[in-house]
């Protein structure tokens, strides 16, 4: 976040995450001596079920120009909470913005515990082979085989890890990084071992892999040999509005994790590709359209083919590719 003196640093955590919210605001205060801690049990139960107005109105007299969020996050409060807080802090305030949801020790062990400058770099790289795209087709010998149909009209946003007043409005999930936008369409099937939204957290990497079926970008069917997980996605899905149209395809680009923990926020970083119904960041991409909920999915060891290109084998950049 390259903090300097001069910044005003708001952290919100939780009791969960509480030592990791404590660690990142005595880094903080060796650096300027304006932060605010403010632990979000103070305002309410969770799930929160709405946006506390005197969380809103302490951020604001408080008047943050950086911001955290390290905390977990509980079923519901993506499109109660969550999404609210994003818009206050990164759209409102004109925060720098890092949204470490999810967060753990083990992840700032690993995947916080990197050289951001090479990250970076590939993200860069990615970036600018994706951003004039027109196809990406991305397969496993575990039963995905998925075909994206990309539009100029929408963007590719470059999630490289840097997050600073300097770029504009910016916010982005940390760990890093990725590169990711709002598809025109998606056809095919994709085999999920990891999930995002509550699910990271109830489930972990899946013992039963979820397939889904594509078709013009919404996910007809969804099947699980574990039927309770397969209708409490049916649920999560289909009865949210336009939940089940694929509303981000993404790449991650962090070379630097060396496995797979079940936790989407490091995971969805994790070389390869993931994708997520629901909620297409319509401020970053320009997608038309928007939903309430945004579920990632992520199959695992993924070929990436784009406009008939293999930049990734079995999970593993081809770096030639990418000179």
Known sequence: MELVPTDRLVIITDQETLEIGQALLTEAQK??????????????????????????QDIKTFNPNCSIYAAQGKEGELPKFRSKLIDLLAYQLNCA???????????????????????????????????????????????????AKLSPKLNWVSSHGKIKLSEGKSWQNLPGTETFTSPESVDGTVVAEILGDYFSEKYGQLTHPVTFKLKDGFCYNLTCQDKNLEQELKLYMFTSPLGNRVGEFAIGTNIGLKKFIGNLLQDEKYPGMHMAFGHPYPKETGADW?????????????????????????????MTSLA
């Not at 300027?32 to 969380?55: A, C």
């Not at 309430?292 to 950049?317: A, C, E, N, R, S």
Request: proline residues 4%; glycine residues 6%; contains cysteine.
């Open 97 to 147: 913005h890092a949204h470490m949801i999810a967060i753990t020790k083990e992840i700032m062990l690993d995947g916080m515990d990197t050289d951001y400058g090479k990250l970076y770099d590939i993200t860069q790289k990615i970036y600018n082979i994706c951003k004039t795209a027109k196809e990406i087709k991305v397969t496993n010998n575990k039963g995905t085989d998925v075909t």
């Open 290 to 318: 928007d939903s309430p909920t945004h579920l990632d999915v992520i199959p695992t060891g993924v070929d990436i083919f784009i406009d008939g290109k293999q930049i990734m084998k079995k999970g593993k950049f081809d």
């Open 31 to 56: 650096i300027t001596s304006s932060t605010l801690l403010l632990k979000i049990e103070d305002y309410g139960t969770r799930p929160m079920q709405s946006f506390p107005n005197k969380l809103e």
